[in-house]
């Protein structure tokens, strides 16, 4: 049972433009949220979170926005780069925040010239 | 800092077999977690050491264990291997009581697992 659903496995966009990743999950016990982001042959890189007492978190060119109502968040990227092309992971840590990490599948976003 | 440290890179077993892959956390870390990301999916999460015992366990069998020592590395150890334990294997280490709300961790390389 998939608790963390990344629904796109692939996205272009085109360098400079806005590149939007989604990110659905079911269990409402979860209370922090994270965006991973993952190069070949490298472990996955922390990029940006948020708590569930949030809506909305900015660093830089990466926000992450939380709708709890509808069970849904997303990462933007503003203007996206080549080296923004990577395998992203959504993610989500129950409220102990020493438990497990629950991982979607990831989405693979490509930044065409 | 030399970050969270896994190795082997690459290990190729046959059916039957047993593996111990090991990892070295982030200076400062005294919590590591390990994750097994086969093809195509997301890491998913096997189980975490902190002050050298299990704490959390995932959806894995026993012939899945794992140790920590007294300097925090750990080792993941996987028993009469499958062919269905073909994947990637990463490790990441994290802080309790970092003062953090959320439990960041530093993931390593992995170690690519291929059993014949």
């Known amino acids: 049972d998939q608790q963390v659903k990344q629904n796109s496995p692939s996205l272009s966009v085109q360098e400079g433009r806005i590149s939007i990743l989604n990110c659905d999950y079911t269990n409402s016990m979860f209370d922090y949220f994270l965006w991973y982001k993952k190069y070949p042959a490298e472990g996955p890189t922390f990029l940006i979170s948020i708590s569930s007492i949030k809506d909305k978190n900015e660093d830089g060119r990466f926000t992450v926005f939380l709708n709890k109502s509808a069970k849904h968040l997303s990462l933007h990227i503003v203007p996206s780069q080549p080296g923004d092309s990577a395998v992203y992971f959504c993610a989500a840590s129950p409220m102990n925040r020493d438990d497990k990490i629950i991982f979607g599948k990831g989405t693979r976003l490509h930044i065409l010239p | ?116």
Do not use: M
């Open chain 2, 1 to 116: 800092d030399a970050g969270v440290t896994q190795s082997p890179t690459h290990l190729i077993k046959t059916r039957g077999q047993q593996v111990t892959l090991r990892c070295s956390p982030k200076s400062g870390h005294d919590t590591v977690s390990w994750y097994q990301q086969a093809l195509g999916q997301g890491p998913q999460f096997i189980f975490q050491y902190y002050e050298e015992e299990e704490r959390q366990r995932g959806n894995f069998p026993d012939r899945f264990s794992g140790h920590q020592f007294p300097n925090y590395s750990s080792e993941l150890n996987v028993n009469a291997l499958l062919l269905g334990d073909s994947a990637l294997y990463l490790c990441a280490s994290s802080s309790r009581g970092s003062g953090r709300g959320y439990n960041e961790q530093f993931f390593g390389p992995g170690t690519r697992l291929t059993v014949l």
